[in-house]
């Protein structure tokens, strides 16, 4: 197979915010996967601050891309701001199925509310990601953010977003479902 484009479509956790270009999530984990043999681009869709609205919004310049791949990654603004999970559910399913109409292959990755956020809104934000994977049957990546915990070692000074070091866990942990849903693209 020739080079893989594949698109990464997020907020501030995929653009990399705070963090110099080659430090972002995009970026180590492309050269992860060069690493690992991969013949591959990511192009980095993240904006900071966008919302699973914004996401909307801006689907059209991802898709007229015309990536190989893509993973979408909203849902942690959405969260902070306790919007609605249904909308969110909504707004998340509208973008896969837009890519799959397109015939790009889709990888969602899921966000897992913080510790300040109210128990009844993290339960009913948890379960979005799992029903739109199984519902678009599409590959799913529970938590981008897996391994760095609250673990203020791993985060910048805002305790929310992941610095160098955080982002180097979260691409390790990442490494094998990215794999494999490249392998069955």
Do not use: W
């Amino acid at each position: 197979m020739g080079k893989i484009t594949l698109a990464a479509f997020g907020d501030s956790l995929t653009e990399g915010y705070g963090l110099p270009a080659y430090s972002s999530f995009p970026a180590q984990l492309e050269r992860k996967l060069l690493e690992e043999g991969y013949h591959i681009e990511i192009i980095n869709f993240g904006i900071s601050g966008d919302t699973s609205a914004d996401g909307l919004i801006r689907l059209v310049d991802v898709i007229e891309s015309k990536p190989d791949a893509v993973y979408v990654e909203f849902g942690a603004n959405d969260c902070f701001q306790l919007m609605d999970p249904e909308q969110i559910k909504i707004n998340i399913t509208s973008m896969v199925e837009s890519f799959q109409e397109a015939g790009i292959p889709v990888i969602l990755l899921g966000f897992k509310p913080m510790n300040f956020t109210p128990q009844s809104y993290a339960s009913a934000f948890n379960a979005i990601f799992q029903t739109v994977s199984k519902e678009c049957s599409i590959p799913f990546y529970p938590n981008i953010t897996d391994g760095t915990g609250e673990n203020p070692e791993y985060y910048q000074p805002d305790g929310v977003h992941p610095n160098t070091e955080g982002v180097a866990i979260m691409v390790d942990k990442i490494l094998p479902a990215m794999k494999n849903f490249l392998d069955n693209i």
